[in-house]
């Protein structure tokens, strides 16, 4: 048979294509995915840091854990992270310790962030990040 009879290259286009598609859409599912767990985590690393900030600012241990509270929840929701469950835990110990004594407060964080919506056959549904921060107190600073 000649060439001519069998074909030739008529439809490898087409046949390369449908093969490279799934790939592409594949490779572009692990970027996408990756970059959220990227963004979940940094993003949990600045909540905690914030939040323990803000309760090292506080004069009393329920300002400071209503105060890192709240400021967790604002830092989430200004970079655009979305937590399926979110828990903030306040250690305002430090707020107790006497004036010129050194004393620090801890938040941690920990959010479950949703990743059904990331194309990419066994990707978990969901990723759960901890973070956990802690800020000195100012020594010389008036408590409650």
């Excluded at 490779?27 to 767990?37: N, S």
């Excluded at 959010?111 to 010389?140: F, H, K």
């Amino acid at each position: 048979m000649t060439r001519a009879g069998w074909g030739g290259d008529r439809g490898a286009a087409a046949v390369e294509f449908t093969l490279l598609v799934p790939l592409l859409v594949l490779l572009f599912g692990i970027v996408v995915g990756g970059a959220r767990v990227w963004l979940a985590r940094t993003t949990v690393d600045a909540a905690a840091a914030a939040g323990a900030r803000a309760a090292s600012l506080a004069r009393a241990p329920a300002t400071a854990v209503a105060d890192a509270e709240r400021l967790v929840r604002v830092q989430l929701t200004v970079d655009g992270l979305r937590c399926v469950r979110l828990s903030v835990d306040v250690s305002a110990r430090g707020l107790a310790a006497a004036p010129g004594a050194p004393a620090q407060v801890s938040a941690s964080v920990r959010c479950v962030v949703p990743l059904a919506d990331v194309l990419v056959p066994g990707w978990p549904g969901e990723l759960t990040v901890a973070a956990t921060a802690s800020s000195a107190v100012d020594s010389y600073r008036g408590r409650a």
